[in-house]
């Protein structure tokens, strides 16, 4: 058995987008590098983490949900059958979603001086505290 350690790469399909973020990732070893089997170790960076069973597969594949708007660091660490490790980051960046206004009113036609009666509608992904 070879003491080097494994070369790890991590790829996110998308990098950005609006809350909630569905992202893809793959973590690799780099062929010929590290002794298998591995261990693979996912930071999601939001409270969240995995680790992976003992494989002797090169590639590790996981989904991961992003439900608020923040900039996220993900690390994936891959530990060797003796020992060696690697990690690999990448970054994961998740915009707030817009809310939608959306008022009616009654009478839908009013008249000068008419006493009008608003609703209001509008939606919001992490809702809506306040209006200013």
């Not at 996912?42 to 003992?54: H, K, Y």
């Amino acid at each position: 058995m070879l003491n080097n350690e494994p070369e790890v790469t991590l790829t996110a399909v998308p990098i950005t987008g609006v809350e909630p973020l569905d992202v893809n990732f793959t973590c690799n070893v780099t062929a010929d590098t590290g002794n298998p089997p591995y261990i693979y170790s996912v930071d999601f960076n939001d409270t969240f983490a995995i680790t992976s069973p003992l494989t002797n597969e090169i590639g590790y594949f996981f989904q991961h949900t992003y439900d608020q708007n923040k900039t996220y660091d993900v690390t994936c660490s891959v530990e060797d059958s003796d020992g060696d490790v690697d990690s690999a980051s990448t970054t994961v960046v998740v915009d707030d979603t817009s809310p939608t206004a959306n008022f009616t009113w009654t009478p839908e036609f009013p008249e000068e001086n008419q006493l009008i009666q608003f609703t209001d509608l509008s939606t919001a992904y992490d809702g809506i505290g306040a209006w200013p």
